[in-house]
């Protein structure tokens, strides 16, 4: 059954846009068909982080209806395909943003899995978006301000009748100072998919303009990354089988 999953949060800086990729690319990875749509309108990041900042046609351009939305879309090497929007602050003005409510069959065409990386917070922008998701997915961190932004956003879409697939928490460092896992499940009353480590791979997937399932395919976050697909398209993924062995462990270090 084909999906739309808008990626959302309360707040910026939690890793949006980053869970959008790496789930994507995780999802990719055990052969499900991947369209990632950067409905970030303002502040849009995708083709940034997959090295793609400007495109000849980009989302902006479908929704002020000067191009078809087949025509936006580009093929990472990977196989994943993506939707960039724009970084021009004239294309945003001209782009009608209620427009995205129509292109959601039309995403259906493409893939099996459209991961939409929503704007943060609560804004019109993030409403438009998550109107026209099937499931949603909220990202935060283990920090009060982070995570009582994420219950507003839970309840935004308890009011807009959408259902929340679960959370993900991101840039975990298992320390006495962050929330505990319990802590965050007993505030948010949502399932939590999984937790995601502060890792330097991450970063430096980022500076790869890449997924870090690709750059770092046995790093702690990309397991992590993987054993959530896992868990959304019902199949059994062993993290264990991807660890380093020490071999690896050490050419890594020197």
């Known amino acids: 059954m084909k999906k739309v999953i808008v990626i959302t949060s309360g707040k910026g800086g ?28 303002s502040t849009p990041n995708i083709g940034v982080n997959l090295g793609s900042p400007e495109v000849p046609i980009n989302l902006n351009h479908v929704l002020s209806g000067k191009a078809e939305l087949s025509e936006a879309i580009y093929e990472h090497e990977s196989g994943i395909k993506i939707i960039p929007s724009s970084l021009s602050l004239i294309d945003l003005k001209d782009t009608n943003l209620k427009k995205i409510s129509n292109l959601k069959n039309s995403f259906k065409k493409f893939s099996d899995y459209i991961l939409i990386d929503c704007a943060a917070g609560l804004g019109q922008e993030a409403k438009e978006a998550i109107e026209i998701a099937d499931e949603l997915i909220i990202v935060t961190n283990p920090e009060t301000a982070a995570i009582t932004d994420a219950l507003k956003t839970i309840k935004l879409a308890e009011t807009m009748k959408k259902n929340i697939l679960g959370i993900i928490v991101s840039r975990v460092r298992k320390d006495y100072i962050e929330m505990q896992p319990n802590t965050v499940k007993e505030m948010l009353e949502v399932p939590i998919l999984g937790m995601v480590p502060e890792d330097m791979s991450i970063k ?7 997924a870090v399932i690709h750059t770092h395919p046995k790093s702690k976050s990309s397991r992590a990354y993987k054993e959530i697909a896992a868990k959304i398209i019902g199949i059994d993924y062993d993290s264990n089988k991807d660890k380093p062995n020490l071999f690896e462990i050490i050419f890594r270090r020197y």
């Open 204 to 210: 430096k997937a980022i500076n790869l303009k890449d």
């Open 14 to 41: 939690v890793g949006k846009t980053t869970t959008a990729i790496n789930l994507g690319a995780a999802l990719n990875s055990f052969g499900e068909k991947v369209l990632i749509v950067d409905g970030n309108l």
